[in-house]
């Protein structure tokens, strides 16, 4: 990377105090917080203390302002993106909105993260719909079980970008294409990429694509964002709506008149009122976003990961479980010993923050990481191999 670039990525592990006492490796769960963000939230929670001003304009301003900021970093329009408090709000837009019919047929991988599962368990109740687990392979998604899962009721493929616990990174381009060519809704859980993986919603004729926050994006939990294609927004078929899903043009003095006409645009499915808080802590980090942006965060992670990598293949210890082809690596590397229990123990005393997923200890690596943090970790997992000789 070039030298300015590093420079930048050098300023904004500053901004990050958690990097002081421990090496955090575990954004995959939840983003730790910035200075800035903190300052953010405790601004605006200073003007709600003091009482003597109304903020509500400011508030409407920011999320029309995150909107755009949001749908720039997707490659979609302002228009197509709604604020949300989470992925799981815009994966029921889609499981509840979509116009599907009694048996139709909705594929989900056997390996999702429960929230997509749930979501689209309900609305299959609810609307007489089928869903058909996609059987994965190694623990992966396997893209030809799509093609040959898909009868004439197939109406919707339903994916997450990453695999939450093994990082493997799904082929949207691949499995977009299948969806153009069986008219399939294509419907995407973003939360585990976003941040970290370039994407384009529009080239990838995503019909929705949905993330919280929480994770890779460093904000708050109960904020996120949702894109509707303009092509799919017509068509959502939804039972609630909000009386902000119209458009009043924050006219406080005329909310009597109720003729006013739903937005076309995405923000007609956001609901009420929303976590300003949360919002402001958000435009805080997507700075951070903006400035070092998205392509290079992800090759300041696999530079970092390829360091992992190389002293986890040379080690007999550990064996990597997380896909190593170049299509499918996302900022997550997963590997396994056989005490891997006391292995997370282990790095947990230490103060090196990981996961431990479906047997494997999950490290997933952020902007605010360098070399030395990889150095420790590599350094804790000699210690461990030594220690733990059978
Ligand atoms: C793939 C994936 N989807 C969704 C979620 C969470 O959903 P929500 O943001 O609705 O809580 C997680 C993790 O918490 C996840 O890993």
Redesign the pocket.
């Known amino acids: 990377m070039h030298k300015d670039i590093t420079k930048k990525f050098q300023r904004a592990r500053k901004l990050f105090p958690h990097t002081n006492d421990i090496i955090y490796l575990n954004s995959?769960s939840y983003g730790p917080f910035s200075t800035p963000l903190v300052n953010a939230i405790n601004g605006n929670m200073k003007i709600r203390m003091e009482a003597d001003k109304d903020d509500s304009h400011d508030a409407f301003k920011l999320r029309i302002d995150l909107r755009k900021r949001y749908a720039k970093l997707i490659g979609a329009k302002q228009s197509d993106v709604g604020v949300s408090m989470?992925?799981?709000?815009g994966?029921n837009i889609a499981a509840f909105g979509l116009p599907l019919k009694k048996n139709d047929e909705i594929l989900i991988s056997d390996i999702e993260?429960p929230?997509?599962v749930y979501t689209f368990k309900a609305a299959a109740q609810e609307r007489g719909l089928k869903i058909k687990f996609l059987k994965s392979r190694n623990r992966c998604f396997d893209i030809e079980a799509v093609e040959k899962a898909i009868t004439k009721r197939t109406k919707v493929l339903a994916v997450?970008f990453v695999?939450?616990f093994n990082g493997y990174k799904n082929d949207l381009r691949v499995l977009s294409e299948i969806c153009q060519k069986h008219d399939l809704y294509f419907v995407v859980?973003g939360?585990?990429g976003m941040g970290v993986e370039p994407i384009n919603v529009k080239k990838l004729k995503i019909d929705v694509f949905s993330t919280?926050c929480?994770?890779w994006m460093l904000s708050p939990q109960g904020c996120?964002f949702f894109y509707l294609s303009e092509k799919i927004r017509p068509q959502l078929q939804i039972s609630f709506m909000s009386w902000m899903g119209v458009d009043w043009n924050m006219q406080f003095g005329n909310l009597f008149q109720y003729d006013k006409p739903y937005f076309e645009t995405a923000e007609k499915f956001e609901l009420g009122y929303y976590a300003v808080l949360n919002l402001y802590g958000m435009a805080a980090s997507l700075d951070i976003f903006e400035s070092l942006t998205i392509k290079n965060i992800q090759t300041h992670n696999y530079e970092l990961i390829d360091s992992l990598a190389e002293y986890l293949t040379t080690s007999d210890k550990y064996r990597i479980t997380s896909s190593q082809d170049k299509k499918h690596r996302s900022s997550i590397i997963t590997f396994t010993t056989d005490n891997i229990a006391d292995l997370k123990l282990f790095l947990d005393e230490k103060k090196i923050m990981v996961s431990l997923r479906e047997g494997s200890i999950r490290v997933s690596i952020h902007l605010y990481n360098n070399r030395s943090d990889i150095a420790k970790l590599i350094q804790a997992l000699k210690q461990f191999a030594v220690n733990y000789k059978d």
């Open positions: 995959a989470n992925t799981t709000q994966l993260f929230a997509m997450s695999q939450f859980d939360i585990q919280g929480q994770k996120g």
